[in-house]
């Protein structure tokens, strides 16, 4: 076991390590096309998965991976059908259920490196209860969240990350759902490690990617993912040259700034949350600097806040938060070895006689 | 003084009195001492869903009925011989089910106005002449208790507290039971508190002694061991064997046991026990719900995992669609199944057998699975080995039915032989299995997950982590062979058709249906299934002993059905199906084999009474032929 120098004494074994320890290397790294599956991708035109799934299968040969401890596990939603398109091992299961799945799977093997594929319905309505649960265990899994605003497979309903108000089939006069944020819900469920990226960034998202992938736990990258039939230009004001003034780029160490030549940046406001302000009102020294790794969440909790609940003009993208702690696969493991290196090797016979047994002679 | 001693072949003891007062410890170890004097034994815990009901209430009673006999019995026995009742709400709770000249020994002490009141009582019934049918022994045994430990400064109410090991004194003086476990168990329990630990000890000792000295009990009672096959015994309850048995699958597979449970009455226990063996590789994981608790099960069983979960009826109906992508899957998984009292929340701590129609049909589209239900507490241990069995071997979802009163009840068991339990292999595939061809036209070796056994149907499983044989399996359609996607309508029909065709293909390992027909000549044959064996065991004994011949077959299998049970279901003029539902094995019988089944049902939260069903049975094979 590798463990790193420093860390919070949790009294608790120390397990810290990089995300894919223990998952074997591959000899040579392959290519993009050997983690191309035969299956003709079934996605729209124009939909915002095709980019993720290139910059997927571009970016695992980089891992070094052997490419059978690779697991893809789906929920239900057009973004669930991803396993199918890598030539890796891959489960489409149930509608939510996938996180649920996956924990098993990473629990009982540590050799895997274990990937969930979810939409915003998926993840965020459905399946609620298992994505919260496997953010405060720590599970070594890294979820990709695909949140285009909106039910695509079901041919457009609102979704629960939707906008209030927003028209959809399912709700002729508005929606009166007030929306989730993916990342304030992450960040509020104990996640350990938290992003958000735009899918046709393909840069931007093969860096959170990869330290997605590198972090032992459980990592939530939520994907801005345009839905061209059911929910288009949902996401503009992140795509394309003009986006100097929507997207707030988070990079751990830099103070936070944005807007055209840096005119608009974040500093604390009065009362723990953040504000953004003009960086000519105030100097550069207040401006906050981000800091992924702090302990206490509230910060990147209150950057969150900075996205619009509504239709989106302006968010934050990168990495939120990315903190070290446990994981349950790591410790239920350690468990099972514990209790074998003190106790051995259990004993059937001795087992299921328990201690209360008796002899009955011939 | 030495005591007069009667000879009985046969004794049923309950133990009643409020939920705090200690009938369920007092039960187990009476039932301990029991087992270790070599009586055969049969048990019925009975508590309340509600963990603390308010006291001196009927809703706070909990007791214990054990059976004890010198030759084999098959049920808790249907009333009690003795009945011990702490307090007024236990002695009226459990008066209807005592015959005329049963044993009643009341602790007095809490006989008071109020708690007659809060019994409901209006007069005090050991003074109003109400028990005069019974043997009463009304004695304040508190009081005695409190007495008997002065001497070691515990509070009044922690020296209150130990009259339960009074009473078990008592009884264990009159019914001859070794002391010496209840001592080492006391010992045990209570090593860091030595002033409970002597109070107690003290308090059993003065119970017994009290038997002895006083005048009030002028007869002991000899019931002698059992004539018991050869070997090595314990006492087990069906949880405990349940959960011995899934470790042993483990072991026989050598497949990491990994179970993924939700708390759930009355199946909490398996997960309770499976954590504490984690050096048998065994992995548990509390989930988040019961949906999470069989998913991340099959995740592991993706993984190659002995996947488990266990619950009780609730539990299934939330684990059904997850059970169903096992189904089209079809990797193995075990679902325990420890029926409790239905619908929704019903009578958690109560048993009854009617999730046998969830079991099999609870799903959406054609989703069929094995089914196996044990019949006994020890019985237990067996089916959830052979559960696996079927699970490792036909790659599929089995679930696995028991019941509240298996999971509590317990009995001795003749511990098996490990090395000769049946080895189950797990075959995990390591290489392609199928070729195709290339652009070139040139051999390719590929794998296909969907490509299956011709003797079991069983498709291969690959796990992840064996190299070259990468693939996606989901939840839906598949084609044939190939696993790819499919919305092919004749590919679909085939595929429904196969999943169902493999799981029929079990009935080929599970032999033929036993009959027990000792005459040979009987036209009338008892059907039943689970832990109605015992009840439906001893009613049909019943009628036997008066001459009547009756044959009975205990159906372990419940999907498929033994290949021969419609031949022998057509052998008999009359076919009786008592069940604990109302006729849902009797349903099934009457679809599948076009036979006229008579169902007998309850569905009282208890298990049958060996006379009622004796009654039902003899009234059926002593009626006049009706067949045309």
Redesign the interface.
Known sequence: MTTLDEGTDLGMPELRRDGLFGVPAAPDPGTRKEFTSDQEVRWCPGCGDYAVLAAVQGFLPELGLKRENITFVSGIGCSSRFPYYLDTFGMHSIHGRAPAIATGLATARGDLSVWVVTGDGDALSIGGNHLIHALRRNVNLTILLFNNRIYGLTKGQYSPTSETGKVTKSTPMGSIDAPFNPVSLALGAEATFVARTVDSDRAHLTSVLRQAAAHRGTALVEIFQNCPIFNDGAFDSFKGRDTEGSIIPLVHGQPVRFGADGSLGVVRAPGGGVRIVETSSVGDGDLLVHDAHADDASTAFALSRLTDAGHLHQAPIGIFRQVERPTYDDLARQQVSTARESLGDGDLATLIAGKDAWTVPA | MSKQVKQLERVIIRFAGDSGDGMQLTGARFT?ET??F?NDLSTLPSFPAEIRAPAGTMAGVSSFQVHFADFDILTPGDSPDVLVAMNPAALRANRPDLRPGASVIVDTHDFTKRNLARAGYEQNPLEDGSLEDFNLHALDLTATTVEAVKDFGLSRKDAARAKNMFALGLLSWMYGRPTE?TIEFLSTTFAAKADLRDANITAFRAGWNFGETTEAFAVRYEVRPAA?????????TGNLALA?GL??AG?LSGL?V?L?AYPITPASDVLHELSK???????T?Q???E??GV???????????L?VTATSGPGIALKA??I??AVM?ELPLVICDIQRGGPSTGLPTKTEQADLLQAKFGRNGEAPLPIVAPRSPTDC?DAAIEAARIAVTYRTPVMLLSDGYLANGSEPWL??D?DALPRIEPDFARTTNHTVQGKDGEDVQTFWPYQRDPQTLARPWAI?????????????EKEDGSG??SYEPANHDLMVRTRAAKVARVAETIGRTYVDDPTGDARTLVVGWGSTYGPIGAGVRRVRREGIAVAQAHLRHLNPFPADLGEVLHRYDRVLVPEMNLGQLSMLLRAEFLIDAVGYHQVRGLPFRAEELADVIRELATTKETSP
């Open positions: 301990a087992a270790a070599g476990p018991m096959a050869q070997g090595r015994y314990r006492n087990i011995y470790i042993a072991r990491p990994f993924g063996h984690k050096n048998f590789g065994v992995t994981f989930a988040e719900d949906i999470a998913g991340a099960a099959l995740g592991a069983a993706y993984g190659g995992h996947g669609e997850t169903g992508l899957l241990f511990l098996p490990i992840p982590g064996t190299p070259g044989l990468e693939h996606r399996i989901g939840g839906l790819d996607i």
